[in-house]
């Protein structure tokens, strides 16, 4: 763990953005520390994972979901999950308002959208989300909050192209902010930005950053 270079990133963010700290894969002992370092929100991608922190780390920290979330894993982060950052279809969010609905609260959501190049990222089309938000199904979905979008840039070292797909999301939330959040102030997130590309990230806009190695070191799969 690297926890100067964590205040470093902290102490220079802009008051507009959020640091999320990518804890995937690592101990609870490194999410320990950096809670004692006053570090509240904290990122995983694998739910059985995050509920096995959740039971053993401070109850004030807040989870944030980032991964590709499968139906039948929602159970296990419902109760308790900050924010699902990962929603890419109309199904998925159906079933996270009914986990929503189980537990008696409103699960704040983001959008994905597939912004990169690479076909392995997951998330929407602009042409599918706007489907489901004009469909009859959404407007019936009281469990769930939509919050903003997310995305992943493309895994490169070209960082006109990362800037560029990062525009393109910053575009998206402004055509959906227009034509279906206009009024409604929880529609303000544009979670962007990870340990290679979160400067060209906030340049760009982003509200909410998602930092993992640049942190804790690197990942070991
Ligand atoms: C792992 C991960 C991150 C953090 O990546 P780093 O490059 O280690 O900062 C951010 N977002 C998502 C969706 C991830 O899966």
Redesign the pocket.
């Known amino acids: 763990m690297d926890i100067e270079k964590y205040l470093e990133i902290r102490n220079g963010l802009p008051d507009s953005v959020q640091l999320i700290a ?1 804890s ?1 894969f690592k101990p609870a002992e490194d999410i320990q520390t950096l809670y004692n370092e006053g570090q509240r929100a904290f ?1 995983e ?1 694998k739910a059985q994972e995050m509920k096995a922190k959740h039971e053993i780390l401070p109850k004030d920290i807040e989870w944030h979901f ?2 590709h979330l499968q139906t039948n894993k929602i159970k296990y982060i419902a109760p308790y999950v900050t924010m699902i950052h990962s929603i890419d279809s109309e199904a998925l969010l159906v079933e996270v308002d009914k986990h929503a609905r189980k537990n008696e609260r409103v699960i704040p959501c983001l959008l994905q959208f597939h912004i990169a190049e690479e076909e392995t990222k997951f998330g929407f089309s602009f042409e599918e989300c706007e489907a489901m938000l004009r469909g009859d199904v959404f407007p019936t979905l009281k469990n769930v909050k939509i919050c903003g979008v997310m995305g ?1 840039a493309t895994f490169t070292e070209d960082m006109g192209q990362v800037r560029r797909e990062f525009q393109h999301l910053h575009q998206i939330f402004n055509t959906l902010k227009t034509n279906f959040f206009q009024n409604n102030d929880d529609f303000k997130e544009i979670s962007m930005g ?3 590309d979160y400067p060209i990230a906030i340049e760009e806009g982003s509200t909410l950053i ?5 942190i804790f070191g690197a990942r070991n799969y």
């Open positions: 990518v995937k990122g991608n980032i991964g992943m990870m340990t290679d998602r930092i993992g190695s640049a």
